[in-house]
């Protein structure tokens, strides 16, 4: 079974620019999170994606925005760039299950570098 | 408000030893969970081990175990007979079962470095 699958591994950007990162869950999973993670503030959750609807979000400023598609894989997009946007995005994938169980599956996460 | 704390941010460990990395937590919900993963320098995100808030017996998957004091409100990753390839930055996170949500807050990490 194929895990989950970021795109593109590394961009690089400019301040003022727009950028859009892909997640294919695991299949099966409709439920997928993106987090951010950066050396001062850590792994920081931006929202959640479930059947085509965000169930949770983050407190993140709206330049941070995602979507997903009937076939689960997400997209987030970040627009007009800061140099503190300069992360690495990871994508996880679950089971659509409630409760406190719900492993989480890891994509190996995009690193977005912004000049 | 739920919160997760790792106190370590660095940890060094002699292959073979085994290396105990603190996590505590806070939420007010009864039911939630907790996980522990590691992230290697490539950057994935690997699940190691999960305790459920009901759970009467300490988890434990291989070389590693969850040592869960609910009253204290830690769950402490012990990692046996270190191995080098066990350094990693390892992460103590929770779910809350209420949320109804995939959201996991994380801690800040512990850097490990298993020394031959």
């Known amino acids: 079974k194929a895990g989950v699958t970021q795109t593109p591994r590394y961009l690089i950007k400019t301040r003022g620019q727009q950028v859009t990162l892909s997640c294919s869950p695991i299949?099966?999973?409709?439920?997928v999170s993106w987090y951010q993670q950066t050396p001062g503030q850590g792994l920081q959750f931006l929202f959640e994606?479930?059947?085509?609807?965000?169930?949770n979000k983050g407190n993140f400023p709206g330049r941070f925005s995602g979507r997903q598609f009937s076939n689960s894989r997400s997209e987030m997009n970040v627009s007009t760039l800061e140099l503190g946007d300069s992360a690495l995005y990871l994508c996880?994938?679950?089971?659509?299950?409630?409760?406190?169980?719900?492993?989480?599956?890891f994509g190996p996460g995009t690193r977005l570098t912004v000049l | 408000a739920q919160k997760i704390t790792q106190t370590q941010p660095g940890m060094f460990v002699q292959e073979k030893e085994a290396v105990t990395l603190d996590c505590t937590y806070d939420?007010?919900?009864?039911?939630?969970?907790l996980f522990w993963y590691k992230q290697p320098s490539s950057g994935e995100m690997i699940f190691l081990i999960y305790?459920?808030?009901?759970?009467?017996q300490n988890a434990t998957e291989g070389r590693y175990s969850l040592n869960f004091q609910k009253a204290r409100k830690s769950a402490n990753l012990v990692i046996s007979a270190s191995q080098l390839g066990d350094s990693a930055m390892y992460f103590c996170?929770?779910?809350?079962?209420?949320?109804?949500?995939?959201?996991?807050?994380f801690g800040q990490g512990t850097t490990l470095q298993v020394k031959p």
């Open positions: 996880a994938s679950s089971l659509p299950f409630g409760g406190a169980y719900n492993e989480q599956f």
């Open positions: 299949s099966g999973h409709r439920s």
């Open positions: 994606y479930f059947s085509e609807t965000q169930r």
């Open positions: 939420t007010s919900d009864p039911s939630y969970g």
């Open positions: 305790q459920g808030s009901y759970d009467q």
């Open positions: 996170a929770m779910r809350e079962g209420s949320s109804n949500t995939g959201k996991l807050i």
